[in-house]
């Protein structure tokens, strides 16, 4: 740097700029985010009018393209971006969350289950009806995960952590809902993965009033929510009612999002991008946050739109898909910027019990169950359990089912008893963790590519597609192995993989409904040959953890410790890596990626005693099998003769327990 011919000849002097110097340094840091912004306005502006311009002609039907789609998706684009990132600015303030938005809350999950079952239930609704539905749904979500997350104060990664599990849940009914009833929720493919293509001004009208309704009580809230950030115990000496103020400004936050979610479907991650750009910016406290978000994420759905259009000729790819490509990486660039608890967590020590006899008592449990799965159904009389003629009619059509079912449960808890001791994280998870959804990607690669290929092919594609996502996720956490930073990673690598899957569920092809019925799980199509391919597989990829013992019991102790005994620690947790995506994307293949199987099994086995390497893996094995063997038989026999994915009730199960985990915690 050339020296200032102002600076004083003082001692030191030299090693700082003088005023009038530094003044336009500082005039161009702070003039720089608005020509980045100004720029992106301009390019998203290039992009409407291109496709403005294609209608301009003196043709009626050209012109009535114009005023009644064309115009109306710009608008209702602007409308929706600034609407959503009011919404999650102003769940963020309510919360003091950075995480907190729409999709992280379960309010996007919460109000397509609403809309859904309104779907089947009350085909005649309204459309005011509609967007209160959506509101009731949305609200009743957000409500669930607050309530879980109470107990701890709403602490920022417990409140996440239960949205993400309350969103699952919901995600899987309504799959469930969409297969037992397609013929009338084929919209809703569509609308959740969020398009745009309007044929009126109808929607941009419902967002504009909302956003006119929100702007006005952000105006209100604005000063509350800054004495909030302060702490509970400052506001009430300040006079000011917390309770209410996070109500309201959370009210006001699902009504915003819940209102985009009815018009035009599920936009994800805008709400989480624009109130963090605005942070970016320079935007410090309440008034300047909900003044800049909205513009901010109104430019983010505007350029998004406007690029899916020239990309994708504006219906291959929803846009509430292509936001999700914006916004899941976003939250993997933040993660390590967040102030976490990285020392891996111990699970709560488990009552002594001879393992030999714990391990009997499961074993039985799993012929329970499989015994149960192959005599137990429902007929017109009601439960009854089939005798030998019967029996064997039905062997044939139960028994591959019932194996199949069984093998991936084993599978998916061997793959979690292996994530569990890798990484030291008693939460972790094939489906938590992301992995499963990789193992979904990877399917439809093949799907589209192969024209659905061959077991063989659809069971490597899954592998691989687990495995990449496994390797995001150790990349993303930058080796601290905490629980909270690794279950945010896998959020976000979630929601990465199931905006890729959504915009290929969308489309509506063949590979469409094949993946939708994949995300649910179900077991109804399986015949001799893939449960043949499962039990298989489960023998040949379990088989070669009997090795590993030693290496699961020492990397649970920490790298420093199994690095003390001798062991390779690097090229150890690349294998279990490896067979654990092997084991996730075979059983994938079977269960789906929403089944919570590998988190619960080996819990349940941990709880029961089984501590050490060797019995807590054969515990966990037997109560995954049981598990999927135990869910297989009540989504077949549940609203006999109709039948239900083997996921729904998988997750439900998991996700039931993980809520109380995370409330217990």
Not at 111 to 139: N, S
Not at 600 to 628: D, N, Q
């Amino acid at each position: 740097m050339a020296r200032c011919p102002r600076r004083r000849a003082s001692r030191g002097s030299w090693r700082r700029a003088c005023r009038p110097c530094a003044m336009p340094d500082a005039a161009a840091r702070r003039h720089r985010p608005w020509l980045v912004w100004t720029m992106l306005v301009a390019l998203a502006a290039a992009l409407s009018l291109a496709g403005i311009s294609g209608a301009l002609s003196g043709d009626p039907v050209d012109r009535a393209l114009l005023f009644y789609s064309v115009l109306p998706r710009s608008v209702v684009a602007i409308l929706a971006g600034a609407a959503l990132g009011l919404s999650g600015a102003l769940l963020q303030q309510a919360l003091d969350n950075p995480l907190a938005e729409p999709s992280t809350l379960g309010v996007f999950a919460g109000a397509q289950l609403a809309l859904g079952v309104a779907a089947v239930f009350a085909p005649t609704i309204g459309e005011l009806a509609r967007e209160g539905v959506a509101f009731l749904g949305g609200a009743g979500a957000a409500g669930l995960v607050l309530a879980l997350g109470w107990r701890r104060k709403l602490d920022p990664v417990t409140v996440v952590l239960c949205g993400m599990v309350v969103a699952m849940v919901a995600s899987s009914l309504t799959a469930a809902l969409i297969l037992a009833r397609g013929d009338y929720l084929f919209a809703l493919l569509i609308w959740g993965g969020g398009s745009l293509t309007q044929e009126g001004w109808r929607p941009s009208l419902a967002i504009g009033a909302a956003l006119a309704f929100g702007a006005l009580a952000s105006l209100v809230l604005a000063r509350p929510l800054s004495v909030l950030v302060a702490g509970e115990s400052s506001a009430r000496s300040l006079g000011a009612p917390a309770l209410v103020i996070r109500i309201a400004a959370l009210a006001v936050g699902v009504l915003l999002a819940t209102t985009v979610a009815a018009e035009i479907g599920l936009i994800a991650f805008v709400g989480l991008a624009a109130p963090t750009l605005a942070r970016l910016c320079g935007a410090r406290g309440a008034h300047r946050l909900l003044m800049g978000a909205p513009p901010i994420g109104a430019i983010l759905l505007w350029l998004a739109d406007g690029l899916v259009q020239r990309v994708g000729s504006g219906e291959t790819i929803p846009t509430g898909a292509a936001t999700a490509f914006i916004g899941a990486p976003l939250l993997l660039w933040l993660l390590p910027r967040l102030r976490l608890a990285d020392r891996p967590a111990a699970a709560k020590p488990a009552a002594r019990r001879d393992p030999g006899r714990t391990l009997a008592a499961m074993g039985c449990l799993a012929i329970l169950a499989l015994a149960g799965a192959l005599l137990v159904g429902r007929d017109q009389s009601g439960w009854v359990v089939f005798g030998d003629a019967s029996f064997g009619e039905l062997l044939p059509f139960r028994a591959p089912r019932t194996a199949a079912a069984a093998a991936a449960g084993a599978m998916l808890a061997a793959a979690g008893v292996v994530l569990q001791r890798l990484t030291g994280n008693p939460l972790a998870g094939p489906e938590v963790l992301g992995v499963g959804a990789g193992a979904g990607v990877g399917l439809a690669v093949v799907l589209l590519t192969a024209d659905g290929g061959s077991l063989a092919t659809q069971a490597a594609g899954s592998a691989l597609g687990a495995l990449a996502a496994l390797a995001i996720l150790l990349a993303a956490s930058r080796g601290r192995l905490g629980p909270e930073r690794m279950l945010l990673a896998g959020a976000g690598i979630s929601a990465l993989c199931l905006a890729g899957l959504n915009a290929v569920i969308a489309t509506g092809s063949r590979p469409a409904f094949a993946l939708l019925a994949w995300m649910s799980g179900a077991t109804d199509a399986v015949g001799p040959r893939e449960a043949i391919a499962a039990c298989a597989a489960a023998a040949v990829l379990i088989a070669p953890l009997a090795l590993t013992l030693r290496w699961l019991e020492a990397l649970r102790l920490g790298a420093v410790t199994a690095r003390s005994i001798g062991l390779r620690v690097r090229a150890s947790r690349a294998a279990l890596a490896s067979l654990a995506s092997l084991l996730t994307g075979a059983a994938a293949l079977v269960a789906g990626p929403l089944s919570f199987v590998g988190l619960v099994a080996p819990h349940l086995a941990h709880a029961s005693g089984l501590t050490r390497a060797g019995p807590h893996l054969a515990g966990s094995i037997l109560v995954g099998a049981a598990l999927t063997v135990v869910a297989d038989l009540l989504a077949r026999t549940i609203i006999a003769p109709y039948q239900l994915p083997l996921g729904l009730f998988a997750s439900l199960i998991g996700g039931v327990y993980l809520m109380g985990a995370l409330r217990g915690r």
